[in-house]
Structure formats: structure tokens, C-alpha cells
């Protein structure tokens, strides 16, 4: 199993969230509108079909990561209520963890 850390997820989300915006400007489309078309089926798998395909692949890659991301995020966030002295939550801008891929 590997392990993965938030700066890994978030350099992975922002490479993907960059391409996505790009093919959005592109074809007039949002990505998550985009996908649901692709998904069905409902797409040319004509000229485009090699571009809709890499956008689809950027997509399901940044929608893993911010699931990542929230799950790593949530982890943390009961780390640090357990460690809160006083009622308050002491952040660090360390990393502290990595999540089980």
C-alpha cells in the first residue's frame, strides 16, 4: 500500500484542476457537466475522442485527490482536537501525516 502526502495530493490537484480549466475554456463546458456527458456515453467518439478521454482522465484524478484532501483534512482535524489544550486547536504549518493510498 502507498502512502501519500498532502503535498503530493495538492501538487496532483492543482496539475489537474489547471488541465481541466483548460479544456473548459475550450469547449464552453464545465468539467463535471463534461464528465456526466462522458459517462453516459453521450460524446462524439469521433475526432475529439482522444481529448475528451485525457480530460476525462484529469477529472477522475482531481476529484480523487479532493477526496484525499478531505479525508487527510478530517484525520487531522480530530488529531488536533484530541492534542487541544485549553478549548484551542494549535496548527502548525507542518506536515504532519500521510494517508494510506
Known amino acids: 500500500m502507498k502512502k501519500i502526502t498532502i503535498t503530493e495530493i495538492l501538487d496532483d490537484l492543482r496539475a489537474a484542476d489547471e488541465i481541466t480549466r483548460r479544456f473548459e475554456r475550450h469547449f464552453w463546458l464545465s468539467s463535471n457537466d463534461f464528465y456526466a456527458l462522458y459517462q453516459k456515453g453521450l460524446l462524439d467518439d469521433g475526432e475529439n475522442l482522444e481529448e475528451f478521454?485525457?480530460?476525462a482522465g484529469y477529472y477522475e484524478i482531481k476529484i480523487d485527490r479532493e477526496n484525499l484532501l478531505h479525508k487527510l483534512s478530517k484525520e487531522r482535524v480530530k488529531k488536533l482536537q484530541a492534542q487541544a489544550s485549553g478549548g484551542f486547536?494549535?496548527?502548525?504549518?507542518?506536515?504532519?501525516?500521510?494517508?494510506?493510498?
Open 89 to 101: 486547536v494549535n496548527i502548525l504549518p507542518n506536515e504532519p501525516t500521510t494517508i494510506a493510498r
Open 53 to 55: 478521454t485525457l480530460w
